[in-house]
């Protein structure tokens, strides 16, 4: 409506300048600037160095500023809006974000193993066992691990890796209650980019909703908002968190970033292109396959005095296929067809593709979930790098979150005597404990089950390291074979009798 009232508006008489002086010149480009809209500089023109445009010859400007006040809070909230909507419209964003959960969390999860040992060298098995029996109980429990009693351990790894992929962050909480300790999950609009100001104390500063220590540069304090389910909106107003509450778990652009930017960020304008040139392609596909008919009338035909008595014809709009009419006097069909196959759709995907994997960090055949033109060395290669960037993205969420999450329930139970610790013994506990998870996925395991023999056997690596690479637990591994190794077996068949000797061969085959 708006636009509608907007027409009858007077608009104001435009100059244009002959460029016939250096000063003309320049207010020239002024008003042509004033008129003419850089194409394709986007959101980020201002922030993300020179972005020069192939049509138009525009560009912008370089990084002058630090990492944190070059992408701004506004530029931040930009990109995460931006990625929501390629994670819920864009299928290679879709799956990109299933693969990465996939190798980093797996189905199994990552989970902690203890081995504490006695004064003698040998395994504290009771200890062991005992901590690790309570740890399973909370962490396998949804009432008494989460907040909102919706998420176990392992689904609470999934949702923390799909918010820092999609947002480039997310906030854990965690909370003190008699009953033990729960976690919730903050997303990171919670935490206000748009704070920034002095602290309440003289030695702080907040920046982007984080309080930070001027001196030591040290996170103090996280500020939250509430938000109203109701209304599903944010208040103005912050809540002061102490930084030993919160877990940051984010991956920024430099070691000297305050807040984290999504994994998109490299490969976003690729994929809007992409989706324009697939909505381009398909409607000049659909324009192809069209064909269409046009009456026409003879001049000749037409009466030069207008005869009010003359009864007006029908006039025909639309001819179904197949259809078979009587044309009236003077009118002829003429037809057109599109002849025009248009651009190569494919080798424009196909190059756009391998640079959105690229950005991402995948091969293309991971992120478009196919096994098209694959052979077993471009299979290795390409399963070698991804796990290489799982693995080191396992490590960032073990450091940020599995190690302080098992720290802080550790000490719960020994405030609340559940444990047989001391306060001081909870690092002893962390030190002695490897956070296992599933294994690398392998194409050829027989080969990589032979170099981890051939290592162990070698004394290159532990067999505890062997089982942990694999992917199992090695206190449960050993326990299952020393049971395997205490089961009766059936008595073995004496050699004279060939039936016996027939079932062995048997047994030994399959």
Not at 14 to 29: M, V
Not at 322 to 343: C, F, H, Q, R, W
């Amino acid at each position: 409506m708006f636009e509608f009232l907007n027409r009858f508006q007077k608009k104001p008489q435009q100059t244009f300048l002959r460029a016939d002086s250096r000063k003309q010149h320049s207010k020239f480009k002024k008003a042509l600037a004033r008129v003419i809209t850089p194409v394709g500089t986007g959101f980020f023109k201002r922030a993300f160095g020179i972005n020069t445009n192939r049509i138009s010859g525009s560009s912008s400007e370089g990084i002058t500023a630090p990492i944190n006040r070059a992408i701004g809070a506004y530029q931040q909230q930009q990109v995460m809006f931006q990625a929501r909507d390629l994670v819920v419209n864009n299928p290679l964003a879709a799956n990109y974000i299933r693969v990465v959960v996939d190798g980093v969390v797996g189905s199994k999860g990552i989970n902690p193993t203890v081995s504490l040992v006695n004064r003698d060298g040998t395994l504290n098995n009771a200890l062991n066992n005992r901590i690790s029996n309570e740890w399973l109980k909370y962490a396998e429990n949804p009432k008494r691990f989460s907040l909102n009693k919706r998420f176990t351990f392992k689904q609470f790894l999934r949702e923390v890796s799909k918010a820092r992929i999609i947002d480039g962050e997310t906030f854990i909480r965690m909370h003190r209650f008699e009953s033990g300790m729960k976690v919730e999950i903050i997303p990171s609009e919670r935490v206000d980019r748009n704070l920034t100001k002095r602290g309440d104390e003289p030695d702080t500063v907040i920046y982007q909703g984080i309080e930070f220590d001027i001196d030591t540069n040290e996170v103090v304090a996280y500020w939250l908002r509430d938000f109203d389910i109701l209304t599903q909106t944010y208040s103005a107003t912050s809540e002061r968190v102490e930084a030993d509450e919160i877990l940051h778990h984010f991956d920024g652009v430099l070691p000297d970033s305050y807040r984290g930017v999504t994994d998109f960020l490299a490969s976003m304008n690729l994929m809007n292109h992409l989706n324009d040139f697939t909505f381009a392609s398909l409607v000049q596909k659909q324009i192809t396959a069209a064909s269409m008919t046009f009456l026409e009338r003879d001049k000749a035909q037409d009466s030069l005095l207008d005869d009010d008595n003359e009864e007006q014809q029908e006039i025909t709009q639309e001819m179904s296929p197949g259809l078979i009419m009587e044309l009236p006097a003077g009118y002829t069909a003429k037809s057109v067809t599109a002849n025009s196959n248009g651009d190569s759709y494919e080798s424009f995907a196909e190059s756009t593709i391998e640079q959105i994997a690229a950005g991402l960090g995948v091969y293309s055949n991971a992120l478009l979930n196919s096994t098209k033109n694959v052979n077993f060395s471009s299979a290795r290669f390409g399963q070698l790098q991804t796990n290489a960037r799982f693995a080191i993205l396992r490590d960032k969420l073990k450091e940020q979150v599995i190690i302080p999450l098992f720290e802080e329930f550790l000490r719960c139970c020994v405030d609340d005597d559940v444990l047989p610790l001391r306060q001081n013994a909870v690092d002893d506990v962390i030190f002695n404990t490897t956070f296992s998870g599933e294994g690398m996925k392998s194409v050829d395991p027989i080969k990589e089950y032979q170099a981890y023999e051939v290592a162990v056997r070698n004394k290159f690596m532990s067999r505890h390291e062997a089982i942990i690479a694999i992917g199992g637990d090695p206190q449960k591994v050993d326990e299952e074979i020393n049971a395997d190794t205490q089961t009766v077996l059936p008595t073995p068949a004496t050699p004279d009798s060939p039936e016996n000797d027939s079932l062995n061969n048997d047994v030994i085959q399959q």
